[in-house]
C-alpha cells in the first residue's frame, strides 16, 4: 500500500474523481431534459466532448419515423456507431445537417458539447433511474 | 480570581466530559475515516504532517480549516469526510490531530487564530499540544465562557447546515416531497442542465427547452409537454419527410385492446396517435409481432427498456402516467374479477 503512494495516487484519485463524478455530477445534479441522449462512443477516445443529442427540439421538428425509419436510426443509445465519416457522407446526422435542411458539421461545439466522461444513455429515462451505468463513459 | 477560574475549568471540563465519552478522538477519526486520503494526499489532499501542504491552505486560520472539515470544499473534500455520523466535535477533533502533526512549521492565517477557535476545541481531543494554548484564555476573562460553549449551542446550526447541504435537494432534509425534481430544477437551460459542459460556446448556443415549450400543451411528467396534443392541435408542424415540409404520414385508425391482469383497467392501445409519429415498421414486426394476442408485454419489460418501453420511458410519456395506457374500465363484479 505505502509502495503505490506515488503511481498509484494519481490513478486512485483518477478512479475517485470519476467515482465522485458518476455519483455526484450524474446522478444528483445532473436535471437533463428528458430524452437528451448523450452519444460517448467515440468522444472521450478522441479528446472531443461526447455529443447531446435533445429529442425534444427535433421532435418539435420531425416525427420520429423521419429518423428512426428513413435514416435508419436504431431506438438504442449509442448503438448507431456513428462517426463523423458516416455524418459528411450523409447518413445519419449528415442527412439533415449538410447545411442545406440544417447547419453543417463545421459547428462542432453544437453538437459536442456533453461534459467530458459523461456515459452513453437517455437521460432522464426510466432505464437510467433504475440502472446506474457501472463505468464511466463508453459503453 | 484564580480559584474562581479553576471553578471554571472545572465546570467546563464536566459539562463536556458527558459528551466526550461517546466520542471518538480526534485520532481514531483520523485513522478511521481522514487517513483514507490526508495520508497519502490522495485527491490533492493535503497530507499528515506536510507542513507546506497545509501552509499553503493556512490563510484562513483553524477556524477556515474547521469549516472546510465540516462542510466541504469544492476541491474535492467531502463534508465531515463523507461520515455525516460524526459529530462537529469528532471532525474538529481531527482536524486539530492532524495539524498538531505540522504545529511546528505551520503558519496560520491571522483571522480566526486567536482566543475562539483554539479554546473551542480544548474539550474534544485528548491530545497533547493543547494545554499549551489554553493557558492564554484566562487573560481576557469572561471571553471564555460563552466562547467555550458555542461548541454546543454552534454546532446545532452547523450540523444542519451540512445535512441540508447533503440532502440532495439542497433544502429542508424533512422537505415533503424531497426525491421529486422541483419546479425550478425542470427543463433547465443547456448550460445548467448537468451534462452539458457550460464552457463551451456551442452550449449557450442551443434554444432553451422553455423557450420552445412556452405556447404548447402540458403535461405532468417527462419533458412536461403533452407532445399528442400539440400535435393534434397543430401547436408543432413536424415533417413527416426529411425534405418535403408537405409529405402526410400514413396514418392508421385502429384500437387494440389488451386485456389485463388483476383490477388495473385494459391498455387501450391507439394506432392512431402512434402511425402520426411513427412508421408501421419501427414497430413490427422487430418489437411487436402484427398479431393480436401474440405480444407478451409485461411493466417489468416495459421498465427495463423492452416493449412499449423502447419509447416510453425514453422520449414518449413515462410509465408513471399509468391511466394513459390502461385506460378502460373492466366492468368487475366486485371479488370474482380475477386473472385474465
Known amino acids: 500500500m505505502k509502495s503505490t503512494r506515488v503511481s498509484g495516487g494519481g490513478l486512485l484519485a483518477a478512479i475517485l474523481l470519476a467515482v465522485f463524478a458518476l455519483l455526484f455530477a450524474d446522478v444528483q445534479d445532473a436535471q437533463a431534459e428528458y430524452g437528451d441522449v448523450v452519444i460517448n462512443n467515440y468522444s472521450d477516445k478522441a479528446g472531443m466532448r461526447p455529443v447531446v443529442f435533445p429529442h425534444w427540439f427535433h421532435r418539435i421538428r420531425f416525427r420520429c419515423k423521419v429518423c428512426h425509419a428513413d435514416l435508419g436510426f436504431k431506438f438504442k443509445a449509442g448503438g448507431n456507431e456513428i462517426n463523423m465519416v458516416k455524418i459528411i457522407d450523409g447518413q445519419f446526422c449528415g442527412a439533415c445537417h449538410n447545411g442545406d435542411i440544417a447547419w453543417s458539421v463545421e459547428n462542432c461545439n453544437l453538437c459536442h458539447s456533453g461534459k467530458p466522461n459523461t456515459p452513453t444513455q437517455v437521460h432522464e429515462s426510466t432505464i437510467q433511474k433504475l440502472a446506474i451505468p457501472a463505468g464511466p463513459a463508453k459503453k | ?340
Open chain 2, 1 to 340: 480570581m484564580k480559584a474562581r477560574y479553576f471553578a471554571t475549568l472545572l465546570a467546563s471540563a464536566a459539562l463536556f466530559s458527558v459528551p466526550a465519552l461517546a466520542q471518538q478522538s480526534g485520532k481514531d477519526v483520523y485513522s478511521k475515516v481522514c487517513a483514507t486520503c490526508h495520508a497519502t494526499g490522495l485527491a490533492g489532499a493535503p497530507r499528515y504532517g506536510n507542513a507546506a501542504d497545509w501552509n499553503a491552505r493556512a490563510g484562513g486560520g483553524v477556524g477556515r480549516f474547521y469549516q472546510s472539515a465540516l462542510q466541504g470544499t469544492a476541491k474535492g473534500m467531502p463534508a465531515k469526510g463523507g461520515h455525516m455520523t460524526l459529530s462537529d466535535g469528532e471532525v474538529k477533533g481531527a482536524v486539530d490531530y492532524m495539524l498538531a502533526a505540522v504545529k511546528d512549521g505551520l503558519k496560520l492565517g491571522k483571522a480566526e487564530e486567536a482566543a475562539p477557535a483554539k479554546a473551542e476545541t480544548k474539550p474534544e481531543p485528548k491530545p497533547e499540544p493543547k494545554k499549551a494554548e489554553a493557558k492564554p484564555a484566562p487573560t481576557p476573562a469572561p471571553a471564555p465562557a460563552p466562547a467555550q460553549q458555542s461548541p454546543v449551542a454552534a454546532s446545532a446550526p452547523a450540523a444542519i447546515a451540512a445535512a441540508a447541504a447533503a440532502a440532495p435537494s439542497g433544502g429542508d432534509v424533512n422537505a415533503f416531497n424531497r426525491m421529486l425534481k422541483p419546479a425550478g430544477k425542470r427543463n433547465l437551460p443547456p448550460p445548467e442542465d448537468g451534462i452539458h459542459d457550460p464552457t463551451v460556446d456551442g452550449t449557450h448556443a442551443l434554444q432553451p427547452p422553455l423557450a420552445a415549450f412556452g405556447t404548447l400543451p402540458k403535461s405532468f411528467a417527462g419533458n412536461r409537454v403533452n407532445w399528442v396534443e400539440a400535435l393534434d392541435k397543430n401547436k408543432i408542424s413536424p415533417r413527416a419527410d426529411r425534405q418535403d415540409p408537405n409529405a402526410v404520414p400514413v396514418v392508421m385508425d385502429l384500437n387494440v385492446v389488451r386485456e389485463v391482469k388483476g383490477s388495473m383497467p385494459d391498455v387501450v392501445y391507439p394506432h392512431k396517435q402512434h402511425t402520426e409519429w411513427l412508421d408501421c415498421s419501427n414497430c413490427h414486426p422487430a418489437i411487436f409481432n402484427p398479431q393480436k394476442g401474440s405480444n407478451v408485454i409485461s411493466m417489468a419489460a416495459i421498465l427495463l427498456g423492452e416493449k412499449c418501453g423502447v419509447c416510453h420511458g425514453k422520449v414518449a410519456f413515462p410509465v408513471s402516467e399509468c391511466r394513459l395506457c390502461h385506460s378502460k374500465k373492466k366492468e368487475m363484479p366486485a371479488a370474482t374479477a380475477q386473472g385474465k
